[in-house]
């Protein structure tokens, strides 16, 4: 896949998500994983870290500056010591954004492989 127009693709999904006034539960979880999705490109992280990196994102979202350039942690997967990759979130994703997803970010930290689950999901709607 082609980075800025792969990336181009989802932000506009993504905006067009984020502008609906009635969020039913597919819009949810697409508005989800799209969040993912972002995260991933955008950092050129694996499916798994992008996940860790939007949960840690959450998990923090109090104690971040949201006025400059958002910067988290995730660890790195395939290494068999402890070791963690910076990832930033993309500009268009907001506190909000996280909060409205919640339900969602639950469910995946509570799911033994995410990464199976959004792969799955990535191949259904996007072939």
């Known amino acids: 896949m082609e980075y800025m127009k792969t990336f181009k693709m989802f932000l506009d999904?993504?905006?067009?998500?984020?502008?609906?006034?009635?969020?039913?539960?597919?819009?949810?979880?697409?508005?989800?994983?799209?969040?993912?999705f972002l995260i991933q490109i955008k950092n050129g992280c694996r499916v798994g870290e992008?996940?860790?990196?939007?949960?840690?994102?959450y998990e923090n979202r109090n104690k971040i500056n949201w006025n400059d350039t958002v910067v988290g942690w995730a660890k790195i997967e395939k290494l068999k010591k402890e070791e963690y990759r910076k990832i930033t979130l993309p500009r268009a994703i907001t506190k909000r954004d996280l909060e409205k997803v919640e339900p969602i970010l639950?469910?995946?930290?509570?799911?033994?492989?995410?990464?199976?689950?959004?792969s799955n999901w990535l191949k259904r709607h996007y072939g």
């Open 50 to 57: 992008a996940v860790n990196g939007v949960l840690w994102f």
């Open 106 to 118: 639950k469910d995946l930290k509570n799911v033994k492989k995410p990464s199976i689950r959004l």
């Open 13 to 36: 999904e993504f905006k067009n998500i984020k502008n609906k006034e009635i969020l039913y539960k597919k819009d949810l979880k697409k508005y989800a994983y799209l969040i993912i």
